[in-house]
Antibody
């Protein structure tokens, strides 16, 4: 049974870099049909896809985040990470890690709230 | 980017009602459309993928349909556990964009 769990600081200062880690259990990270993704949800709002990476290192991010996103996959440690630079209040959200299986859709972690303080 | 326009944004219905939520894609998504259910304080859960395939464990009262650009999620007979917010998502091309969500409430 695949499980994903987010971890990292719940409070980040404005203009600094948000860093989160997703720990994977119950599944392999080295299957080429998987993309390892981050999705966020501001309080009371809808879902925003942040980006995704494959185990080979290929990654894509949402153009709306203007190059502030880095996603790195660490297969030996069954983890992957998100770094979002130059954060503002607009980056306050619940951040989810999620696995995309080719053709199937997303399986989600429980989410973690990150608040940006000015 | 592919824009997903979901409607309605909210919907009031009664137990036993049949309800339909729609999603329109701004460009071809080749049936790569998923529906998620989200309850307050919880992560979204996959309900339907590839337009019409029911995720394992999801009740058969849920169904998905459509072809580009219009897609739909139908719940044939609403049960108390179905009141939640529903999102569509295209995963044909990055970024994998979501609809704005539909909050399904008890009338």
């Amino acid at each position: 049974q695949l499980q994903l769990r987010e971890s990292g600081p719940g409070l980040v200062k404005s203009s600094e870099t948000l860093s989160l880690t997703c720990t994977v259990s119950g599944g392999s990270m080295t299957d080429g049909d998987y993309w390892w993704a981050w999705i966020r949800q501001p309080p009371g709002k809808g879902l925003e896809w942040i980006g995704a990476a494959s185990y080979t290192g290929t990654s894509y991010s949402n153009p709306s985040l203007e190059g502030r996103v880095a996603i790195v996959v660490d297969t030996p440690n069954l983890q992957y990470s998100l770094r979002l630079s130059s954060v503002t209040d607009a980056d306050t959200a619940v951040y989810y890690c999620a696995r995309h299986s080719y053709g199937v859709g997303y399986h989600w972690g429980q989410g973690t709230l990150v608040t940006v303080s000015s | 980017d592919t824009q997903m326009t979901q409607s309605p944004s909210s919907l009031s219905a009664s137990i036993g009602d049949r309800v339909t939520i729609t999603c329109r894609a701004s460009q071809s998504i080749n049936s790569w459309l998923a529906w998620y259910q989200q309850k307050p304080g919880k992560a979204p859960e996959l309900v339907i993928y590839k337009t019409s395939t029911l995720q394992s464990g999801v009740p058969s009262r849920f169904s998905g349909s459509g072809s580009g650009p219009d897609f739909a999620l139908t719940i044939s007979s609403l049960q108390p556990d179905d009141f939640a917010t529903y999102y569509c998502q295209q995963y044909n091309s990055f970024p994998h964009t979501f609809g704005q969500g539909t909050k399904l409430e008890i009338k």
